[in-house]
């Protein structure tokens, strides 16, 4: 019996790490072009963001290859976030505060500031970037130059995640590793079906006129997993998006605890992987290809498996270790926390589970002080 878990092991195992040597050959880093013409218009929208907005705002408007504007959306902080950035663009006439107005019904928060930024934006480009995000001086450009030789309508990418604390360690690496190691993006780019786009809402350049034609953030005004809903609505018009790898053009870190990242991820788990149907299929994935390794080398260990299955296991673990080691080496995370996969997997599996049955998450979800229902939109 213990023989048969170890073959399953190794084949769950196998399926990301081949998903992930072809998708790290496919996701590059997108390169400028001189002197571009066009204006990229970079939209942050800011709820209590006193903490990092004046390092964005320096950042952005720091871009080199096209022309920026940079327009920071005041959702309603009660910090200093807007007089910070005040202050800044008293010095940059590129700069701009957009105060966004009361958050009408039906919608959540960072769409309506996202929507209310667009409105006010004169770029052919639209680049939404979260507030807690640095730009690299190439990066808008980059990306403007990447939409423009592929013809994708939006281009998007991960961050290199900044992680201190460990559980940001134990959380965080998750965003890469499911994205690099599950999604085929050969198929991605090959196809339109609106299934396989994916975005990470943190990093997300959009064509103008497309955002306009297929309503934008309009059109997922009472979702909250922008990097899902965003490319569908724009592959149900028959737009293709893309992906680029992403650590050479922003970092950011999201979260400064466990506890952050446990809300944070919680926040979008309805409209990911916590819901009925989708849940079971990723906890047999996750937990063959990157636990059971563990577990049963650990079985064979004190003589509780064969052998010959725990050199299976051992090889499985091998395998599973080596995915995420080369997906980490790739998007320049912390090494350290290869070791931490195992329990990695675990920690968002719990998380998940977590939203989807604990009653008083399964009808609201909370961030930055408001509450939005499940599934509204």
Not at 92 to 115: F, I, M, Q, S, Y
Not at 226 to 245: E, K, N, Q, S, Y
Request: glycine letters at 10%; aromatic letters at 4%; hydrophobic letters at 55%.
């Amino acid at each position: 019996m213990t023989f048969v878990l170890a073959l399953v092991a190794l084949a769950f195992a196998l399926l990301p790490a081949i998903l992930a040597c072809a998708n790290l050959i496919a996701l590059r880093t997108p390169e400028p072009e001189s002197a571009q013409d066009g204006l990229v218009s970079i939209l942050i929208p800011a709820r209590d963001e006193e903490g990092t907005i004046v390092g964005t705002v320096r950042a952005a408007l720091a871009s080199t290859g096209i022309a920026v504007e940079v327009l920071v959306g005041d959702d309603h902080s009660t910090d200093a976030t807007a007089g910070l950035v005040r202050a800044l663009a008293e010095t940059d006439p590129r700069l701009r505060l957009v105060p966004v107005p009361a958050l009408p019904e039906g919608w959540t928060g960072k769409n309506h500031a996202c929507a209310a930024l667009a409105a006010e934006a004169r770029g052919g480009h639209l680049l939404f970037i979260d507030a807690d995000v640095t730009l690299t001086p190439g990066a808008a450009a980059g990306l403007v130059a990447h939409a423009r030789a592929t013809g994708a309508a939006l281009v998007s990418a991960v961050p290199r995640q900044i992680m201190r604390s460990l559980g940001e360690r134990l959380t965080v690496p998750m965003i890469n590793f499911l994205l690099v190691g599950y999604l085929p993006v050969p198929m991605m780019r090959a196809s339109l079906r609106p299934a396989l786009g994916a975005a990470c809402g943190q990093l997300v350049l959009i064509d103008r006129s497309v955002y306009g034609e297929t309503g934008g953030h309009g059109a997922i005004r009472g979702r909250l997993h922008d990097g899902v809903f965003l490319p569908r609505i724009l592959r149900h018009a028959g737009h293709r998006t893309d992906l680029v790898a992403g650590h050479a053009l922003a970092n950011c870190r999201m979260y400064r605890s466990f506890a952050e990242s446990w809300a944070g991820f919680s926040k979008n788990a309805h409209e990911g992987m916590a819901t009925p149907r989708a849940l079971p299929v990723w906890t047999l994935l996750l937990l063959a290809g990157h636990v059971l390794p563990l577990v049963l080398v650990l079985a064979a260990a004190f003589g509780l498996a064969t052998p010959t299955a725990g050199l299976v296991a051992l090889a499985a673990l091998v395998v599973s270790l080596a995915t995420r080691a080369a997906i980490t080496l790739i998007t320049h995370e912390p090494a350290a926390t290869v070791l931490l996969h195992p329990f990695g997997v675990v920690v968002a599996l719990a998380i998940q589970w977590n939203v989807l049955l604990d009653p008083k998450r399964a009808g609201a979800a909370v961030w930055k002080g408001r509450s939005y229902p499940v599934g509204r939109a």
